[in-house]
């Protein structure tokens, strides 16, 4: 049906924000006619100038808040606003909480056919500061602050581009213009100390930043990851040897002697995924190591790993609890990184099989199972709409089957043969509560029925929310 539009870009209205979007924008309505206005809150009235008119909704830019939330807070980071990271640092966390649940609840309810009140509080860490444990920051040109400074006496930053210089920081919303920063609020303080010494290091180097429109440049992304026990630095570039490694490493030694290793990472592709397949040690181990409740872990530089310890083990804790073992169960953990969720249902289960589709962090996860003395885990390394068919053919049959996927959750084949082998339980762990919601009500057609929803805040201060399931088996 043809909807009215009763707004025009470039013109002003006066807006009553009803909910939050899935970026973390306001949502309200303008005569009926939806309207997504960033950084404006649910309860607030505001006035904001249209930007983008489309068939069913409009963006606009938040003129004034007339109205505010009794939750609206000062942001902290002097790059809120411009960096695309952190969008809900102007909510008390309280506040958010209470939104990522609503924003479950939601989700559920509409996607998921599901009751609400299904959904419980979100559960929130101690700490919803510098708690990323992953920092993958991209390099380009930019100016600095102390250039800014300058540039801000009446000349524009394309007039002071002679002034500009590699930077590190973050994507600015909705593009990939970099906002230089290497001092974010969210990163653990490791990774902020990696950012700003790698961006003195390509200033001294002369390395050129990789342009994503040409494809020309050398250096794309640094990657800090921090270990219990060491700091991992990878350089990604579209070079196989780095120019000058020596003097890199002696410098990152140097300054940051918590490093531990030192991995070139190649990727020559004209593309945005961040790492390239092959990895070159330039000093150090080959790995490092952190811990989960008693389970050590081997990280590599592709194996993926939670990014908020605080919270994975909130998360996982909720996750072995759903499961309900009792020490007699095959357990199937269908897409299970370095093994970790797997290990942990380990200690109260029969059996458990892990699959993942990315070798490394199989070859991760066995190393993990060994170094943890834990010998009832078998893990695959294959594609799970592949490797679950294959097990039903092969006659295995799960009390529990775990799902943890990537954002765009499980492919049909993944949710049909877990239902064909009749597990009482399934535990689905989702970092998009919107495709888990989609995927409930496939397992729904399948004899599954969602009993309860976990929200847990991995990712304070931004939009994300993930969520855990228990879903159990309704019929014979
Ligand atoms: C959200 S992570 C969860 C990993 C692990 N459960 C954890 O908590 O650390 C999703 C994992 O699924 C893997 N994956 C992606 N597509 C897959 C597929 N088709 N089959 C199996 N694993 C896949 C990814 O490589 C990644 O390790």
Redesign the pocket.
Known sequence: MKQNVPVAKGQVYEIAIESLGNSGEGVGRYEGFTVFVPFALPGELISARITLVKKNYAVGTLVDILEPSPHRIEPVCPVYGTCGGCTLQHVTYEEQLRLKTQKVRDIMERIGKTDPDLVQPALGPKQPWHYRNKMQIPVGWGVDSATKLKGETGKTQAKVANELKPVLGFYAMGSHDIVPCTNCAIQNDGNNQIATVCERLIRETGLIPYNEVTGEGVIRHIIGRIGENGWMVIIVSTAKTLPQADYWISEIRKNLPQVTSIVLNHNPRKTNVIMGRDCTLLWGDETISDTIDDLKFRLSPH????VNPEQ?LV??KKALEFANLTGEETVI??????????LFLAKQAKHVIG????EP?IVDAKANAKRNGITNVEFIA??????MPNLVKRGVKADVV?F?????GC?EE?LKAAATMKPKHMVY?S?NPASMARDICVLRELGYEVQTVQPVDMFPMTAHVEAVALITRVED
């Open positions: 194996s993926f790993f939670q994975t998360l996982y953990d269908a897409y299970c990184g370095t093994g970790t969720i797997s699959i993942e589709i990315v962090a294959a594609d799970a709409a592949k490797e775990v943890d996927p990537i954002r765009a492919k993944v762990v970092c």
